[in-house]
């Protein structure tokens, strides 16, 4: 019997957070919270798979759980209803950080205890097939003949001017890479970084010039900007020019009080966004609903609508989202901070479907 391969996987690791909010502030330190770029990847993928339980059945990972492992977190990932694979090492204590909270947005970050990485032999084969891969640094993958969607999110001390070259190589295969705004600029000196428009940036960052040749493979920068959205580009190789489509946060201006904590935010947009470049999606009513307020024309922008709409469930607390699930005669419904997933993509459509249509517009065919 042939092996059904995942939906998604993520090479990110699971992590137990903690967080300490640094004098002048008062805030009781927050423990044993869920965390971990692997675990928001997952949590992406869920979110835009959402109440779908059988496709939340395709998403799978890896948790490495050591002798210290909270229950409570172990209850809280098996109510997402993933194919979690929970590897369980009592020699040795599950993988733990400190986040450090500061004045002025100020963040630190550490390891307190040892960490685990994922490697490729580690995965299953039913893992190893998957439709889409998450990844924060570079892996070797042996791909087969049907290639997946490979999402990658280059690792933050890595984005520097003497990694570029190596980053434009080793993007070849990748559908979607993925640094934020920040991160953007510094694999730039800070000439380059603070006077030229993220366009211009983004051109140096892929290496994009002017071709009559078919690249092998076609890798679309995506860049995330925090509360200001995210933003796809897309080279046009005979012209030497490039196009954007942006897509603003869910949460405008006016919602910023519902913003706790961006922790997570971009892995879960990543997530999302690698589940959703594939066709798993496509049977569910987010995907008609999409389609119809803007078409196909665009699976990248189909995409970040996804991933706009998972993030922002995820920066709304100090970890993940609150999900309560039902079940009426054999529907099942899932309520992610009290609201259900195509309910919130209902709103945003109806507040950016025409935007958006016009910039695909601009696109060339």
């Known amino acids: 019997m042939a092996t059904k391969p995942a939906s998604f996987v993520t090479f990110g690791m699971f992590i137990v957070d903690e967080i300490e ?22 949590l992406g993928a869920k979110l835009a798979s959402s109440p779908c339980q059988i496709i939340s059945k395709n998403i799978s990972w890896i948790v490495d759980v050591g002798s210290d492992f909270p229950s409570v977190i172990r209850n809280n990932i098996d109510e ?19 986040n450090g909270y500061g004045e002025n947005e100020l963040r630190s970050f ?15 084969s039913r893992q190893l097939l998957s439709k889409s ?29 003497d990694q ?7 993007m070849q295969g990748c559908t979607i890479v993925s640094p934020n705004h920040e ?22 960052l892929m290496g994009w010039k002017q071709t009559h040749e078919s690249p092998s493979t076609l890798t679309t920068p995506i860049v995330r900007e925090g509360a200001n ?7 046009h190789r005979h012209t030497d020019t490039i196009t954007s489509v942006h897509l603003p946060a869910y949460h405008t201006s006016a919602m910023q009080s519902l913003v706790i904590d961006p922790t997570g935010g971009g892995n879960t947009y990543l997530g ?68 259900p997933f195509i309910d919130r993509l209902k709103i945003y459509l109806q507040r950016e479907s025409e935007a958006i249509k016009r910039q695909l517009s601009l696109i060339p065919g």
């Not at 694979?85 to 020699?91: I, K, L």
């Not at 996804?306 to 989202?321: D, L, M, N, R």
């Open 21 to 42: 909010w640094l004098p002048p502030s008062t805030k009781e330190r927050k423990t044993n919270l869920i965390g971990g770029a692997g675990t928001y990847a997952v």
């Open 80 to 98: 997402w209803n993933t194919d979690c694979n929970y590897r369980v090492d009592d020699t040795r204590l599950t993988t733990r950080a400190w």
């Open 229 to 235: 959205g995210s933003t796809a580009y897309f080279h």
């Open 272 to 339: 999302a966004l690698a589940i959703a470049m594939t066709d798993s999606l496509q049977s569910q009513p987010t995907y008609a609903l999409i389609k119809k307020n803007i078409g196909t024309a665009s699976t990248v922008a189909t995409a970040m609508i996804y991933a706009t709409i998972a993030a922002s469930f995820v920066i709304e607390q100090h970890g993940v989202p609150n999900l309560d699930r039902t079940k009426v005669f054999t529907e099942i419904f899932e309520y992610w901070n009290g609201q």
């Open 110 to 124: 550490k390891y307190i205890t040892p960490k685990k990485r994922l490697e490729v032999q580690d995965l299953s």
């Open 164 to 170: 570029l070259a190596t980053l434009q190589s080793a």
């Open 183 to 204: 991160e953007l600029k510094t694999f730039f000196n800070a000439d380059v970084a603070n006077n030229e428009e993220p366009a211009l940036l983004v051109k140096r």
């Open 133 to 161: 891969f998450h990844m924060s640094s570079r892996e070797k993958i042996s791909l087969p003949a049907q290639m997946p969607v490979i999402v990658w999110e280059p690792i933050p001390d890595l984005c520097l001017p």
